[in-house]
């Protein structure tokens, strides 16, 4: 679970909980106490990786953030941007992400297992 590691673990489950899951669910998830980095900065997703014992181009990162997630293309992740109606609008951002992040493909979360899939 790469939620961005600015919570302590207890939180992180808390806010887990409201989605029916718990950290117990995941071989690793990101907090506070235990990362070095947050999101956007390439050492967070490098540093999951290295937990979770794999090349960064072995790993696929989704998420709604076009700035925080899709900066995990810069480690050779590939990247799903989802498009469901609570994804975030970074349009406006200075730093128009367009231009520094890439993504490997975007739509709603029931396209994400047909990309995994098909790659």
């Keep these: 679970m790469a939620t961005n590691a600015i919570y ?7 806010r887990l909980g409201w989605a029916g899951l718990s950290v117990d669910d995941f071989d690793a998830v990101s907090d506070i106490e235990s990362s070095s980095w947050v999101k956007p900065d390439p050492g967070y997703f490098q540093q999951i990786a290295r937990r979770l014992e794999v090349a960064p181009e072995d ?7 076009p700035f925080h997630d899709l900066a995990a293309s810069q480690t050779g992740m590939k990247t799903f ?3 469901e ?14 231009d520094t ?12 297992v047909p990309f995994i899939d098909r790659t």
């Design 59 to 65: 790993c696929l990162m989704v998420g709604n953030d």
């Design 8 to 14: 302590p673990l207890a939180a992180v489950n808390v």
């Design 101 to 112: 992040f890439q993504f490997d493909a975007s739509g709603p979360l029931a396209d994400v």
């Design 81 to 83: 941007l989802t498009t």
């Design 85 to 98: 109606a609570n994804a975030v609008d970074y349009s406006a951002h200075p730093d128009n992400y367009e």
